[in-house]
């Protein structure tokens, strides 16, 4: 019964879709940008589990460690169908390992998913629309990234999105690739507009700091990951970021609402 439930819940138009996930560090600097890093390795256990398949299209490296921002692509079967439920702010509580006093530090990251278009669904973009330009490639790609530019920059005037892409090897793959992520974005905004006027804004458009998070992932003074929109909660930590995401994705995916109270820092 409960399969037949959660099947009813992915007959999305997209939810069979392969998708792009962003993950922003928020509040807290290289804590925050360290927790990206977590998070990608998290949502990378979790779609090998899976058998999706896992790229990184762009990075920001940190100063010191982790990411700024990342952009992943996910490819598999109802990947964007199970990854929406992850769209929001995940709070890290621990002792920071870059703190030589061994504080307590509370860090934010921001995570955003939106569904690979397919190319026979029309999406116009007026070339007047968009600036396309080749430049060097920056993070891990070895020489070549380095010494050629290949890597594309694609910049929508109308709504100022900016897409990089340095996966591929060349400019004509890298170039397809970014209008495939920015018409997968274009998409999004109008289905977002959409459900605005419905009356159904997104509960995810918040900062990225206190008040905001949807899940808790707390490692000090205790251990627990609580999910704030459905109450879910497990002590297994270890387990949970090491991609065992299943239970969390499915309350949410199938509405339970049992809305748990902010875990205390």
């Not at 694609?154 to 793959?173: D, F, K, M, N, V």
């Not at 690739?177 to 605005?196: H, N, V």
């Not at 905001?212 to 002590?235: A, C, F, N, W």
Request: proline letters at 3%; aromatic letters at 8%.
């Amino acid at each position: 019964m409960k399969g037949l439930e959660l099947k009813k819940m992915l007959s999305g138009q997209n939810d069979r879709a392969n998708c792009f996930m962003d993950i922003n560090a928020g509040a807290g600097g290289t804590e925050s940008m360290d927790w990206a890093a977590m998070l990608v390795r998290m949502y990378t256990r979790y779609c090998q589990r899976r058998g999706w398949k896992v790229e990184i299209n762009d990075e920001v490296p940190g100063e010191e460690a982790g990411f700024k921002n990342v952009s992943l692509r996910i490819e598999g079967e109802y990947a964007y169908g199970h990854l929406k439920a992850e769209i929001g702010v995940h709070r890290l509580v621990r002792i920071s390992p870059f703190d030589a006093n061994a504080r307590r530090q509370t860090s934010f990251t921001a995570v955003d998913v939106y569904p690979e278009i397919d190319d026979d669904v029309k999406i116009d973009i007026p070339e007047t629309d968009y600036e396309l330009k080749f430049i060097r490639g920056g993070g891990a790609g070895g020489q070549k990234v380095n010494k050629t530019s290949s890597t594309a920059q694609l910049r929508h005037l109308p709504t100022g999105i900016i897409i990089t892409c340095q996966t591929e090897r060349s400019q004509s793959a890298n170039k397809d690739m970014a209008f495939k992520i920015l018409r997968g974005r274009l998409f999004d905004l109008e289905m977002k507009k959409r459900a605005e006027q419905r009356d159904a804004a997104e509960a995810q458009k918040m900062d990225i700091a206190f008040g905001s998070q949807i899940r808790s992932y707390v490692l000090q003074p205790y251990r627990m990951v609580k999910d704030l929109r459905t109450g879910v909660e497990t002590g297994n930590v270890d387990k949970v970021l090491d991609g065992d995401l299943d239970e969390f994705i499915t309350a949410q995916l199938m509405g339970v609402k049992n809305p748990a109270r902010s875990l205390p820092e």
